[in-house]
């Protein structure tokens, strides 16, 4: 079983700075991309920024120039620097990643995918 496990959101004001973080854990398992969504109520849930097979890295233009995405292979986690916070980045912020499971001798049976369980992110004027 993995689980995404979130950290680092609260309360800041208005061009303030918050780092997130999102750590993998469980037995047997390898990361395929790990991103980060938002989602404000009555709205869907949207792509905020994330890593593209290959090791690219895929932001939301509304993020672009204010939130860098970092991934630590080895520790099967990523981070968000989000600087430049405004109030219209309040929402709650979830981690997600597509993860092979089901190793064989020919490689991984299974991509799913997983979610954290979200963290509040609020940014006052």
């Known amino acids: 079983q993995v689980q995404l496990v979130e950290s680092g959101g609260g309360l800041v004001q208005n061009g303030g700075s918050l780092r997130l973080s999102c750590i993998a854990s469980?037995?047997?398992?390898?990361?395929?991309?790990m991103n980060w969504y938002r989602q404000v109520p009555g709205k869907q849930r949207e792509l905020v920024a994330g890593?593209?097979?290959?090791?690219?890295?895929n932001y939301a233009d509304f993020v672009k120039g204010r939130f860098t995405l970092f991934r630590d292979v080895a520790e099967n986690a990523v981070y968000l620097q989000m600087n430049g916070l405004k109030p219209e980045d309040t929402a709650v912020y979830y981690c997600h990643a597509e993860i092979f499971t089901g190793r064989s001798s020919t490689g991984w049976n299974t991509l799913s995918d997983y979610w954290g369980q979200g963290t509040q992110v609020t940014v006052s004027s």
């Open positions: 890593t593209i097979g290959g090791g690219g890295l």
């Open positions: 469980g037995s047997d398992f390898s990361i395929h991309t």
